[in-house]
């Protein structure tokens, strides 16, 4: 891979650079806006930027029908070459005692090496990141990526700045949208930016562990995501009950090896069995 190294923190492909100045001219931002300086400053460091063609694009999102054209990242990108990864979603509106459980989990699977992954929403996601980095190995904390709609430098929801702030030094930060044009985009824009996401965080996770959805929700459009890929959906058992995840069950889709892809799950030691052939990670 070709790349540009601008400064001593960030690095950043000459595809990247160019699939960067695409996005921004389609988003309405003029030529004399998008200069590579102004896109490496967008970036917080550590950081920079993958095009699809680049040697170094991770290889999870190459399974998608439509992966990003680039990627923005800024934290420790060796994250994405951790041998489990685990998505988890949810509700913005979760009960506390849903989040609890889910921090719980996040938590312990975390503990057990687990790179954990979500979007850095309100409710489970911040639940479960926040789990991930409550996790210790010696004096580190356990390892997240959170997966956002907006550009790194904008953290969505304003309630969770300070944690996305943490996940940038202690784990890593994705972004494909414009990093300076979507800085100051509509609310409806905005949503449509976070729901297309869902696709990053379902191609990051061997599987992806609801644990609390309605019909219709963008949880369970991740969760869709996840399954056209071939990746398991693990329902927490306490959601194992709802009408969704009811339908979901009788379903019962495979993969093209006959595999079922539903699954109930009530701890991390299930999650791992159902997502990887070790019963114990030991490569922290």
């Known amino acids: 891979m ?3 190294v601008m400064d001593a923190e960030k690095t950043i492909s000459a595809m990247a650079l160019e699939a960067l100045k695409r996005i ?3 988003a309405g931002k003029r030529a004399e806006e998008i200069s590579g300086e102004l896109l490496l400053g967008a970036i917080p460091a550590p950081g920079g930027a993958l095009a699809l063609g680049d040697d170094d694009y991770p290889y999870a999102l190459r399974t998608l029908v439509d992966p990003p054209e ?5 934290g420790d990108l060796t994250l994405l070459e951790r041998e489990l990864s685990v998505s988890i979603v949810g509700s913005r509106d979760a009960t506390p005692e849903r ?3 889910t921090k719980a989990l996040a938590r312990n699977l975390a503990e057990r090496g687990a790179l954990i992954v979500s979007g850095l929403a309100a409710g489970i ?3 479960a990141h ?3 980095l409550d996790a210790r190995s010696g004096d580190r904390a356990g390892r997240t990526v959170a997966v956002l709609g907006t550009p790194l430098k904008s953290i969505w929801p304003p309630m969770n700045v300070e944690l996305g702030a943490r996940i940038a030094k202690e784990g890593l930060l994705l972004s494909e949208v414009a990093q300076l044009a979507a800085l100051g985009v509509k609310d409806d824009e905005r949503a449509a930016a976070l729901k297309r996401r869902n696709r990053i965080v379902a191609a990051l996770g061997l599987g992806s562990v609801v644990m609390a959805a309605r019909k219709g929700s963008s949880t369970l459009i991740e969760a869709r995501a996840s399954l056209a890929i071939g990746h398991p959906v693990l329902i927490w058992h306490e959601a194992a009950g ?3 995840a009811r339908e979901w069950i009788a ?3 495979k993969n093209d090896e006959g595999e079922a892809l539903i699954h109930v799950v009530a701890s991390a030691e299930d999650v791992e069995a159902a997502l990887s052939p070790w019963r114990r990670v030991w490569w922290l």
């Not at 680039?70 to 800024?74: P, Q």
Request: aromatic residues 8%; proline residues 4%.
């Open 2 to 4: 070709q790349k540009v």
């Open 24 to 26: 921004e001219a389609a």
């Open 70 to 74: 680039v990627i923005a990242w800024t």
């Open 99 to 101: 989040c609890a459980a």
């Open 125 to 127: 996601d911040r639940a």
């Open 130 to 132: 926040e789990g991930a």
């Open 242 to 244: 709802d009408d969704w």
């Open 251 to 253: 379903e019962n889709p």
